[in-house]
């Protein structure tokens, strides 16, 4: 068949569920990769067109598994999707080597072992990885040692990627979100964090999934087809802002 077909991970919910409700609305078949078994079926059970793999990425055994199951059920792979990770935060002097692997073998292996199974696919016809790092990859903060560098890491595989894997017609990018109003963030952000958020961005508000998921879309798509090893901040002007002051954008010229 010729209907493209994308692997998205982390599919279950937030960012990789909107980035699947788009594909297939625009015409892709979609396989749906989440190690949360239960969430995973809820979420598929209602879609057509979907292939649910309930599998760990941080497992090469798994991995290979996933990308067979695609390969079988819908004979191509047109894209990737590494929307999968793991968010544990936490001071540095309380990150032990067991939390920080935690972070590592999901957001960092799992992105190298996925785009590794494909890349024979991806060959094949050309084809598209998009890897979902944060702004927290290109801006440091506080209690993020472990998820901030594997993300960071993340933005750099990703051009390591797109230098290697240009010769095979594969394109390789990378998308930043930056804060987005997903169940998890509506849960841990108090109020005040949320006020310190808005007074930071330029467009004073959270993202929504579905406005990453657009960009994640356009990038997997023949739309992009000149557009590789770019890093794309999808973060409401928040990472150009770098240190400045809220207070200071509001004093208008000097």
């Known amino acids: 068949m010729s209907q493209p077909v994308a692997i998205v991970t982390g599919a279950a919910r937030g960012i990789g569920l909107a980035t699947t409700n788009l594909l297939l609305g625009e015409g892709w078949r979609v396989a749906m990769v989440d190690r949360d078994g239960d969430e995973l079926s809820a979420s598929a059970g209602a879609l057509t067109d979907v292939l649910a793999l309930p599998y760990d990425i941080s ?18 792979v047109d894209a990737l999707v590494n929307n999968a990770g793991v968010a544990d935060f936490g001071p540095i002097e ?5 939390r920080w692997r935690r972070v590592m073998e999901t957001n960092l292996d799992g992105t ?6 494909v890349t024979r696919d991806l060959a094949r016809q050309g084809g598209a990885i998009v890897n979902i790092a944060s702004i927290s990859g290109l801006r440091a903060s506080t209690l993020r040692v472990a998820y901030g560098t594997s993300k960071a890491a993340v933005i750099h ?19 930043c979100p930056g804060p987005v109003d997903t169940k998890l963030a509506l849960a841990v952000h108090s109020p005040e964090i949320r006020a310190a958020y808005h007074d ?5 508000r959270y993202g929504s999934e579905r406005e990453i998921a657009e960009v994640i879309a356009f990038l997997c798509s023949t739309r992009a087809s000149y557009v590789t090893g770019q890093v794309i901040a999808a973060d409401g002007g928040f990472e150009s802002t770098g240190v400045g002051l809220p207070a200071l954008r509001e004093a208008g010229p000097a």
């Open 59 to 76: 497992d090469p055994e798994q991995v290979t598994r996933a990308v067979d199951e695609t390969r079988a059920a819908f004979g191509r």
């Open 94 to 98: 309380e990150t032990d080597f067991a």
């Open 112 to 117: 190298f072992l996925m785009s590794q199974a």
């Open 157 to 175: 595989l990703t051009k390591q990627q797109a230098a290697e894997l240009g010769e095979h017609g594969i394109r390789v990018n990378c998308v």
């Open 200 to 204: 930071a961005i330029p467009l004073n």
